[in-house]
Structure formats: C-alpha cells, structure tokens
C-alpha cells in the first residue's frame, strides 16, 4: 500500500524515526521495521510516496502524525534564528503518536542512558516478555504487556540490563496491571492533570512525564527538558534567565525540579501550543550538530 503525500506540507520518515523519541525501529536495506498494536510495520520512502506493508493507511497517518499542519505549527515556533535554523535543518520531522504503555516503559529505562543501551534494554524486554513474530525473514519482538512485566520478578526484569530501573518498571507494571489503570485515559485531561497522574508512577519525574505526555498522549504543548535542551538554553535563551540562574544551573549535571519548572515553563511560554514541537527539532538539532 502507499500513500501520496502533500508537497507542500513536509514529511521526512528518516528525520522522525532518528530523533530520540522511539527506540523499537530499525533500518534493514532500503525499508523501516517496527513493532506497534501486536503487528510488524514496514515502511519506507521515496519523495512524497510512502510505501508500507503489514499496516493500514489509517495506522501511518495517525502514528506518524500526518494530519500535523507542520506550516501551521512552524509558524507558531519559529521565534528565533536559532529555532529557525533547526527547522531548516530537519523539516518534516513529525511528533510520533506512540502506545502509551510502551512510551511510559521506554522512558523509565531512558534515564541516565544513551539511545543505543536504552534500544538495548527494550529489546531484552520483548525478547525475554514478549511475543515473537517472524517476519520477511526477520526475528521482531511484541512489546510485553503490564500483566507480563507485572508478574516478573525485579530480578527477572535486572536481566535484560536494566539496572536500578528494573525495580521501577516492575512497580510500575503492578500499578497498571493491578489498578486497571489505561493511560489513554490521560489524553482527555489538561497538560497539568496529565502530568500529575504520571507522577504517581515509580520511576516517572518530570522529564519522564513530559516526555510520556508529547510522544504518546498528544499533548504537543509539554516541553521535556534533558540535558540537550539545558545546552540550548544555556547556549540560546540565556538572556531570558536571571545571570544568576544561569550561573546555578551551568555547573549542574541534572536539574532540581524547581529548575526543571522553570526551564519548561520558559519553553511552554516562549513556543506556546507547539512547544513539544520546538523541543524536539531543537533537541535533534543540538544533538547532532558538528
């Protein structure tokens, strides 16, 4: 199947699959492969035509954000030089709309961890919790649902290499599981109360939360501060801070949570109803600069 997309609203499936807010897709040859909804997804692009297989095109356009007026919404952020140039840089780089479950997971495992070891921990997971599927002559993996991570012990868990975490996401699974608790739930409240009821997960802080909130919740005004995004600010938005503040905060590894809020609340502010937006080209673009 295949879809043709607008030319005049941009879509880059590598930019959006490479930046930093999912971990389960790989590049084999010349096609994309994930795993979403029980399924193997297999898509690639040429121009403006997307080809995929194994998914429906109402699958694509909502996971992939396409029905996202990126015009729109760059108008809205492009404040600056600097957010400008990340723009250019990577346009048509689209805000995912993930599982919950599997984003909230993810993102407990991300803390203090590169892509490559946090790619590695999901991947122990679903090998070790959940199903196999054979596909085009690959090996994939379902992502383990709450009932699976649930009734895993901590020490079961520490074995796919998730360290320290593994007592979170076991805690956090109990929760779910035993609580009944749907995290889809969460798109129906504000930003705020959202936030809030993440919070109440082990292992879930600030930036767990917000990220949680943009890349799977819609909630594409949360602004998740990491230290990439502390560089930019430092680096861009420095004169928005009190010198003070900016002292404070340069010679910290990680921020206290009222520096936390007052970085994110700078960038909910200064970008508006698209922050996440602006977070995630600003993020990508910091991260890969030379």
Partial sequence: MNIRLNASVPFDLGFTLCCGQTFRWDKLGEWWYGVAQEHVLKIHQ???????????????????????????????????????QAIEAFEGLRILRQDPWECLISYICATYKNIQAIKQMLSGLSKRFGDKICFDGYDFYTFPKPQR??????????KCGLGYRARYVSETAKMVYGNNFKLES????????AREE????????LKVADCVLLFSLGKLDAFPVDVWIKRVILKYYGNYFPNEFITKISGKKSLTNPEYEKVNSFGRRYFGKYAGYAQEYLYHYERTKR
């Fill in 46 to 84: 040429t121009g403006n035509l997307l080809e995929f297989e194994n998914i429906n095109e109402k699958f694509v356009r909502n996971y992939f954000g396409l029905d996202d007026d990126l015009l729109k919404i760059f108008a809205q952020i492009s404040k600056d030089t600097h957010i400008m």
């Fill in 149 to 158: 991570l649930a009734k895993a012990t901590a020490e079961e868990l520490a």
């Fill in 186 to 193: 969460l798109r129906k409240l504000s930003y705020e109360k």
């Fill in 198 to 205: 993440l919070l109440n997960f082990s292992g879930v802080g």
